[in-house]
């Protein structure tokens, strides 16, 4: 496809399950971001890759969640024992290179979680 | 520490009238500062963005912003509104000659359009 794509576009879960969250990026794009945007607040950072590997893993709100990506391209948002509190759309988005965010990000529709 | 404000959560404006959108910004190094729109039902997308040179950028539908740094304001506007503009718009700070992980999105400013 032309655009960032990901999968599923909603997901509910129980409290404490873990859940996987895909996203497809623009072929040819070396830069991956992750954000989630909760109700009414903005969106917030959680992790950005350069290829394969993740320089700042900070921004993740817990140890309960991790990320990979494989292949330079798909990449894998993982919560583990999933809480109300991570209920939210996540978004994806890819960009050609990292040149430290500058470049144009292109996001994609995003998965909207709810943790019941 | 950077941080980003936009001042309105929500504007409404009538057709053709002019739209003022804003966005102050705090930080203490230069910073690279976006707007980025999201239509109803669609991702997120690019308006226009400042990275050096001209502080004056324009979009290709009409919008414009200007850098003031002495004013740290980076206010997005446009002289007539349209009916298509009516979306949620993101003013975006990154702090320069740093990671990515540094972007800051401000809270959003949805922009209504009255026929």
């Known amino acids: 496809g032309a655009g960032v794509s990901q999968s599923p576009s909603n997901k509910v879960t129980e409290k404490g399950k873990d859940v996987e969250l895909r996203c497809d990026p623009i072929s040819g794009h070396t830069a991956l971001y992750w954000y989630r945007q909760s109700l009414g607040q903005g969106l917030e950072f959680l992790i950005y890759?350069?290829?394969?590997?993740?320089?700042?893993k900070s921004g993740l709100p817990s140890d309960r969640f991790s990320a990979e990506r494989t292949g330079g391209s798909v990449s894998t948002l993982t919560i583990q024992r999933t809480q109300q509190e991570d209920s939210a759309v996540y978004l994806c988005?890819?960009?050609?290179?990292?040149?430290?965010?500058?470049?144009?990000?292109?996001f994609g529709p995003g998965t909207r979680l709810l943790v019941l | 520490a950077q941080s980003v404000t936009q001042l309105d959560s929500q504007v409404p404006v009538f057709e053709e009238a002019p739209v003022e959108l804003r966005c102050n910004y705090s930080s203490s190094v230069s910073v690279y500062l976006f707007w980025y729109v999201q239509y109803p039902n669609q991702g997120l997308q690019l308006l226009l963005k400042?990275?050096?040179?001209?502080?004056l950028v324009e979009s290709i539908n009409g919008f414009e912003a200007e850098f003031k740094k002495s004013e740290t304001s980076f206010h997005l506007t446009k002289p007539s509104a349209h009916m298509s503009d009516a979306a949620e718009y993101f003013c975006v700070l990154i702090p320069g000659y740093s990671s990515a992980s540094k972007i800051i999105f401000g809270s959003g400013t949805r922009l209504s359009i009255r026929p």
């Open positions: 988005a890819s960009s050609l290179e990292d040149r430290g965010g500058v470049d144009t990000q292109y």
């Open positions: 400042y990275l050096s040179g001209s502080t």
């Open positions: 890759f350069q290829g394969n590997s993740a320089p700042d």
